[in-house]
């Protein structure tokens, strides 16, 4: 659909600048791999598929007019390139090469005369995408007195949990998840009679696909979270032996091969999302118990270990919270506990606030509502003592009273969100 801004032209800066007396016509959204222009129009460019080249008027009157801008934040991957078809481009005749390969990027361009010929007087990128918030989870898999299960339970954009849905793939314990592609999420490894590293996408509506076959270092107790808005990663674990191996995961659901392992190698730690795009791995057992924490930038690059924060303990749960923040809960120092510790939107671990509810290991916790979380099931002590008790989070981190189980007891499960 094509349309015409009659009076301004938003840039991209957030500036609403006067514009030509024609105003600038909209076009269609451009996905081939050329274009040819016309001065007065603006172009949505989509260059999922392709870069595009644009071919300039090769004519032009003093103050034509021409906007391109990156339709689905793609020119990072497929730019733009234009000719200025003989005429100059910023003084430059055309057989220079110009070219615009930054997402989210818009290109304003106006032709001011025949010596400096068409100008980009704005060529601002809007580098804050919009944030997607999940609003409902799931919890899936898990051990339920000793045996293997594959059933899920949904969460609901206000915490309420569901009854089982029927599992779908193999079951396991030990294994996590976390989400991909801003609207989805991924099971990942765990244990059968023996380590596993397949995996299993959940959709946007809470469906759990078919196995995946595994990739990377098959292992179990390892942890998972999102970075970078879009993507995932599994790391650390242990194959019989504990690892600090990560596997990354793409926007579309793909499980990368093994990335060597940074920090202390450990298992039955925890992982959640911070600061919008980052994400961070805490706590586990080397053999000893520890607290410390490994951060994950937004290119899913495993930092350093920063020392330990809190009471150190194993088998936590952790999820997101206000949409930057995040929550390590739960877990066992040899005792169970509900000791919770927050982290900042830089990253910073807190100290610890005093457990809410039923102390116990082996939970699982994902987002819901957007900005909430939800710790939920877990083991709290003697023989095949599996819960499905779940503890709501608020926006602001604090973790509420025990809420009783719905749906099958169990341990040793993963959580995440979708929407």
Known sequence: MSGTIGDN??????VVAAASAGGISWQSVTTG??????????????TTSNACAITLPASASVGDEIIFTDYDRTWGTNGIEIDSNGLNYQSRDDSWTVEYDTEGQSVHIV??????????????????????????????YGNDAGSNVSMSSLVSNTGVVASDTTGVGTARQELVACEYGGDKGIFGFGYTDSVVGM????????????????????RKSPAACGYGGDKGIFGFGTTGSVTAVTNLV?????VG???????????????????????IFGFGTTGSVTAVTNLVSNAGVVATDTTGVGTARRAVGACGYASDKGIFGFGTTGSYTGVTNLVSNAGVVATDTTGVGNARAFVA??????????FGYGYAGTPDSQVGT?????SSGVVASDVAGVGTARYELGACSFN
């Not at 032209?9 to 957030?14: D, I, K, L, M």
């Not at 791999?33 to 989509?46: F, M, S």
């Not at 091969?257 to 994400?279: F, L, N, P, Q, S």
């Not at 916790?365 to 939800?374: F, S």
């Open 33 to 46: 791999a050329t274009l040819t222009a016309v001065a007065g129009n603006g172009y949505p460019i989509d």
């Open 250 to 254: 793409t926007n579309a659901g793909v």
């Open 199 to 218: 995996t299993n996408l959940v959709s946007n509506a809470g469906v759990i696909a078919s196995d995946v076959s595994a990739v990377g270092t098959a």
């Open 390 to 394: 779940t503890n709501l989070v608020s």
């Open 111 to 140: 032709y001011m005369d025949a010596t400096n010929g068409w100008i980009p007087i704005s060529d601002d990128v809007i580098t804050d995408e919009p944030v997607k918030l999940n609003t409902e989870g799931i919890f899936g």
């Open 365 to 374: 916790a994902c987002e819901y509502g957007g900005d909430k979380g939800i």
């Open 9 to 14: 032209v938003y840039r991209a800066s957030g």
């Open 257 to 279: 091969t093994d990335v060597t392992g940074v920090g202390t190698a450990r298992r039955e730690i925890a992982a959640c999302e911070y600061g919008g795009d980052k994400g």
